[in-house]
């Protein structure tokens, strides 16, 4: 990947005439890599393929603007979280020691979490209970429910959400759909 990258850079750095001109002037100068996406897009019309898209990020909504940041997620359990993450460690790293695995997962769960699902935005936090909203007393910390979060409602953690299938997958483990919480931290603490 790192050198398909240095070869787009360098290649981006060479010019050359565009073919269908011979004036040469400035404004008819392409560089080599719009040359080769051309005629690679011309390939692809040729064979009847077409470019790969990109990953479709998930398609929600962001809810009304609050005091506090608003996070994307499920409420879990704090014996829940550490004991998922702790099996998701141990795919992950099976040569870890059973002390160091422990502790990590109870230190950091959202670790296991992102590199399994490979969503880096993953985190956990304390929610407000919603009003009139049950959450099972085991997610709750005091008068706050205990959220493993998806993403949360500012621009750079809403603009790298995840994809549809990567917060499916995570659904079928958790085994509930995820909902808008509002952080008991107000943004500014996170900065």
């Not at 269908?20 to 100068?29: D, I, N, Q």
């Not at 080769?36 to 603007?65: F, M, V, Y």
């Not at 002390?99 to 109870?106: D, G, V, Y």
Request: aromatic share 8%; charged share 20%.
């Amino acid at each position: 990947m790192s050198q398909q990258i240095q070869s787009l850079d360098g290649a981006m750095s060479s010019t050359q005439v565009c073919p269908g001109v011979v004036c040469g002037c400035p404004s008819h100068l392409l560089s080599t890599a719009q040359l080769g996406e051309a005629k690679q897009d011309q390939q692809q019309r040729d064979s009847g393929c077409t470019k790969p898209s990109k990953p479709n990020r998930i398609n929600i909504s962001l809810p009304s603007p609050q005091r506090h940041r608003q996070i994307y997620g499920y409420y879990v359990s704090e014996q829940w979280l550490h004991k998922t993450a702790r099996f998701l460690l141990d795919k992950l790293h099976p040569d870890l020691p059973e002390t160091k695995a422990r502790t990590n997962a109870h230190a950091d769960p959202s670790y296991s979490f992102q590199k399994t699902f490979r969503i880096h935005s993953l985190s956990t936090s304390l929610a407000i209970l919603p009003s009139g909203q049950e959450v099972p007393p085991d997610c709750m910390d005091d008068d706050a429910v205990c959220v493993l979060y998806i993403f949360s409602d500012q621009p750079d953690s809403y603009y790298r959400r995840p994809t549809q299938e990567q917060v499916d997958e995570l659904t079928r483990l958790v085994g509930r759909e995820p909902q808008w919480w509002v952080d008991v931290m107000p943004p500014k603490f996170y900065r």
